[in-house]
């Protein structure tokens, strides 16, 4: 199967020698948002606090990608280009093969940078607000003015922290377990073992998706298992 087209992506600039790509499925989440918008019949007053949620949520990304590459480069490692895509974003490095631990440190990075930005504007919700850390639904969350920015902030990177440090390949999570593989079995083993945890993880994401009609988690897994099986596919092809 030719997997290739699963990192189409479009090149919108560069920042330190570093290409900043968008990934197709990025655009699906942005289609995602305006269902939502539309499905909700939102006032045209809260279009404002839906563009800047979505504004965040893309620099936290960006910003995720960042620390990545920051990250490698002060390890000796060159980064390739940041894609930022529906499942966070993807820093894409010169072989790691030969580094393990650096991967685990470079994987660890972007989710690290998230929580450090959350716990931040957390701290200063709660010191200078007298909001509630309780979300009564994702509309009122997406579109009221209630929950100011540095709470959205807080929010969005927080659950960035979280959705990334999955064990599903090839998120964070996921290339964190491969540097942990490739200790003891090698990298192209680690990846193939990587990747067969990835798409079992894809799986109940597309179960849990299916049962409770949460359409962006079918897009997702389906998204997360192709990537994982084209890894696993390319190493497993070189390993024989």
């Known amino acids: ?46 279009t404002f ?3 800047v949620l979505f504004i965040l949520l893309f620099l936290s990304v960006l910003l995720h990608e960042f620390g990545h590459a920051i990250v490698a ?10 894609i930022i895509s529906a499942l966070g974003g993807l820093s894409r490095l010169n072989t ?15 989710p690290f940078l998230n929580l450090v930005i959350a716990i931040i504007a957390f701290l200063y919700v709660i010191i200078f607000t007298d909001q509630y850390f ?22 969005i990177n927080l659950i960035l922290f979280l959705f990334n440090l999955v064990p599903a390949f090839p998120m964070d999570g996921g290339r964190i377990l491969r540097g942990l593989f490739s200790l003891k ?3 192209k083993k680690a990846t193939v073992l990587a990747s067969t ?16 009609r949460f359409y962006i988690l ?5 998204l997360i298992y192709i990537m994982a099986a084209r890894e696993g596919f390319i190493h497993k092809k070189r390993a024989q």
């Open 218 to 222: 079918i897009f997702l897994s389906g």
């Open 197 to 212: 945890i990835g798409r079992f993880i894809a799986l109940g994401f597309f179960i849990i998706g299916a049962i409770n």
């Open 134 to 155: 309780q979300i009564s639904s994702l509309d009122t969350f997406l579109f009221t003015d209630y929950f100011g920015i540095p709470f959205k902030i807080a929010a």
């Open 1 to 46: 199967m030719n997997y290739n087209f699963i990192y189409k992506s479009f090149n919108i600039g560069e920042v330190k020698g570093i290409d900043i790509k968008v990934h197709w499925s990025f655009f699906i989440l942005i289609l995602f948002f305006i269902y939502l918008f539309f499905d909700q019949n939102v006032k045209p007053f809260y």
């Open 96 to 110: 790691m093969k030969e580094h393990p631990r650096k991967e685990i440190i470079i994987a660890f990075a972007g």
């Open 49 to 51: 606090q839906f563009t």
């Open 73 to 82: 480069k002060k390890l000796g490692i060159i980064p390739k280009d940041i």
């Open 185 to 187: 079995f090698g990298y």
